[in-house]
Structures are given as C-alpha cells and as structure tokens.
C-alpha cells in the first residue's frame, strides 16, 4: 500500500517555510520551525507526522535548533525502564528568530558592499 501525502501546511504555514528558506534556513529546519511556532511543546514523533519528514531528518533539524539556542529539549522519564523521551519547545520567540535572520543577511549585505567597494579601489588603481 502506498502512502499518500497529504497537505501538512496551509497557505501561510507554507509561504512562512518558503522565506525562511529564503533568508538562508534549511528546509527542514524551515519545516519543523514553523510547526513548533504554533505548538507549546511537542515530541518528534507528533513533528514528524505533522511536518512529513523522517525519524533521522527531525533528529538533525533539532539538533541545529537547539545549537542555535532556539530550541529547547526536555527529557520525559517513561517510567522505570528504556531511554527517556524527548519533548522540544521554541525557547526564543518567533521575533527574535526573525530579528537575527535579519541580523545576519544584514550582516552579509554590508560584506558584500565592502567588497565591491575594495573591488572598485582595485579596479581605479590598475586602469590609472
């Protein structure tokens, strides 16, 4: 039996991905960012069915959300016995993820005018 894919975001949750990805985000970091944004605190098997990625891909997604800072992980005892389960929650808000994406494109942005300003230097000097 194959499995279908049905929608898993709607028209906003999907533009919000697209200018995440945009502005330099992975697109499953994308993905899993925009569904933690409208959920308190979720485990990745609730992120996975919700977001249609993989076991292994929301491992890695998370993992560079929480060295970011942006995420936070809990761990769940099940009782005596077998590994504790994960629980994550965004511990910045959305705004502040937004203000540092706009941070570091700024950032690139005033690189790239120092660049072409040394590249024009160099290009007055040699045609002098």
Same mark, same amino acid.
């Given at each position: ?63 560079? /959300? +929480? #060295? @970011?800072?942006?995420? !936070?992980?809990?761990? %769940? =005892? ?22 540092? /994406? +706009? #941070? @570091?494109?700024?950032? !690139?942005?005033?690189? %790239? =005018? ?15």
């Amino acid at each position: 039996m194959k499995k279908t894919e049905e929608p898993v975001f709607d028209k906003n949750e999907k533009e919000t991905v697209r200018l995440l990805i945009n502005l330099g985000l992975p697109k499953n970091v994308a993905k899993i960012l925009v569904f933690l944004f409208g959920v308190k605190e979720t485990i990745p098997v609730i992120i996975e069915r919700n977001v249609n990625l993989r076991q292994p891909e929301v491992s890695v997604a998370l993992k560079k /959300l +929480e #060295e @970011k800072g942006w995420v !936070e992980k809990r761990n %769940i =005892k099940r009782g005596t016995k077998g590994r504790p389960l994960s629980s994550y929650k965004l511990s910045v808000s959305p705004e502040k993820i937004i203000d540092f /994406l +706009e #941070e @570091k494109k700024e950032d !690139e942005i005033n690189r %790239i =005018k120092e660049n072409v300003e040394k590249l024009r230097e160099k290009v007055k000097i040699t045609s002098q």
